[in-house]
């Protein structure tokens, strides 16, 4: 006879409670690559679009001077492979180091790690070999965006441990998520220029909105561990940090276009990922986890239009 308990408890199953439940990991990955995969979030693919969104708004923008050449194919195909794998070396770190935490949240006890899926010495060994493929992509470029990627490393070190010190975690998240503005200006334009700078931040304001969003689905369970975030320190408040969060985007995205010598288009495609971020603040329900996840992936589509923006001034 079938235990019904677990028909309904997906780490019974093998699967992530937050993966969507059609997703490619759990229908077509072999079953030993499963625990692997599902501890890169192969299965929650928005946080790689989140990732990745930020390089190719570095690379567009750089190209609004700069034009485009053939090497540019290179930078686009291999920032899209490097964000997949940093994407899960970073997760698999975070796990880790979670792997106590994680056990204590309802929606996080299903991950590999917690629900025995995976060993501690399996992960971090994943973890490697996934940063050892990204280190060769990475290699492929200037001297001065390797230095900048090796940089980045810090951050992800230091992420998943900020929310035990600062209330304020999704600033080291932003900080890490969106380094790719900085690292494809400079793998195109081979230094660092203050429009970059500009969207970097603009890119930080805009994680703080959406992680803000996400981190509202876990906040009763933060509470009783102890652990920080924006949404429990804005609790009641947080639609109206989420129009600073957008204004601020507004404004510095606004002026890295301007600095980069962008048009229009680039400001166009901007307003349209602005009034999208409203909509997310508008529809806001704190206390409806279901609506907090919708609305954080959906910034995948906000991302997008800030890039179509830039992409067609750079190509016209």
């Known amino acids: 006879m079938v235990d019904q308990s677990d028909i309904s408890d997906p780490a019974a199953q093998g699967r992530v409670s937050d993966a969507a439940a059609e997703n490619w990991v759990d229908r077509y990955a072999p079953p030993w690559s499963q625990p692997m995969l ?10 790689t679009w989140l990732l990745l969104i930020p390089c190719w708004w570095g690379l567009a923008l750089a ?12 930078l686009i195909t291999g920032c899209a492979l490097g964000a997949f794998l940093m994407r899960g070396a970073g997760c698999t770190w975070n796990d880790f180091t979670d792997r106590d935490v994680d056990g204590e949240v309802a929606r996080t006890r299903s991950r ?8 501690p010495m399996g992960a971090l060994l994943w973890m490697c070999v996934q940063a050892l493929i990204a280190s060769l992509i990475l290699f492929t470029f200037n001297t001065a965006a390797i230095l900048l ?18 209330w ?4 080291f998240l932003g900080l890490a998520f969106n380094w790719g503005v900085l690292l ?15 969207l970097y931040i603009a890119g930080i304001a805009w994680t703080l909105h959406y992680d803000t969003i996400y981190a509202h689905q ?17 609790e009641e408040d947080t639609q109206r940090w989420l129009w600073v969060f957008t204004a601020m985007t507004g404004l510095l ?17 901007l307003a349209a990922m602005l009034v999208h971020m409203a909509w997310q603040a508008l529809a806001l329900d704190i206390d409806d986890p279901d609506l907090c996840l919708r609305l954080f992936k959906s910034n995948r589509n906000a991302g997008f239009l800030l890039l179509a923006g830039l992409l067609l001034d750079a190509l016209i």
């Open 112 to 119: 590999p790690l917690p629900s025995g899926q995976i060993t």
């Open 253 to 269: 995205g606004a002026s890295a276009v301007l600095a980069a010598g962008g048009g229009w288009i680039s400001l166009l495609g």
């Open 218 to 234: 876990d906040r009763e369970d933060d509470a009783l561990i102890g652990v920080k975030s924006t949404a429990r320190l804005f």
């Open 38 to 47: 599902r501890l890169s979030r192969a299965d929650r693919p928005i946080g």
């Open 184 to 198: 494809l200006w400079t793998a195109k334009d081979g230094g660092l220029g203050v429009a970059a700078i500009s």
């Open 63 to 74: 190209a609004q001077t700069g034009g485009w050449n053939w090497f540019d194919l290179w």
């Open 168 to 171: 304020w975690p999704q600033v």
């Open 149 to 166: 990627g090796i940089a980045s490393l810090a951050l992800v070190a230091v992420y998943p441990f900020a929310k035990r010190f600062t």
